[in-house]
């Protein structure tokens, strides 16, 4: 079992900019690398970020690319993303997780075994 716990959410204004943190415990030695989601009100929950322990590539959705940056360190099992330029679009609640599948692409949520309960971010106009 890994254990997920996110922090750093918060209210901010458009234009702003906020860090959620994220660490891992637990069987992490299973875990492949570590990915944000978020959903928001009477939506799907949708890919933002994730990086790969195997060389650190990172991914991004197209709708925050350029603002939101995802970093980690594998030894100690934490993951970071930094948002920049946030807009009202971006608030939703944001979920970290640890992606237990070796295969398949690290955009879907299915890859993902472990999840965190959440951080809430909202962005005001």
């Known amino acids: 079992q890994v254990q997920v716990v996110e922090s750093g959410g918060g209210l901010v204004q458009a234009g702003g900019s906020l860090r959620l943190s994220c660490a891992a415990s637990g069987r992490t030695f299973s875990t492949y690398g570590m990915g944000w989601f978020r959903q928001a009100p009477g939506k799907e929950r949708e890919f933002v970020a994730a990086i790969s322990w195997s060389g650190g590539s990172t991914y991004y959705a197209e709708s925050v690319k350029g603002r939101f940056t995802i970093s980690g360190d594998n030894a100690q099992n934490t993951v970071s993303l930094q948002m920049n330029s946030l807009k009202p679009e971006d608030t939703a609640v944001y979920y970290c997780?640890?992606?237990?599948?070796?295969?398949?692409?690290?955009?879907?949520?299915?890859?993902?075994?472990?999840w965190g309960q959440g951080t809430q971010v909202t962005v005001s106009s």
């Open positions: 997780a640890a992606r237990t599948r070796r295969s398949g692409s690290y955009y879907g949520p299915l890859q993902y075994g472990s």
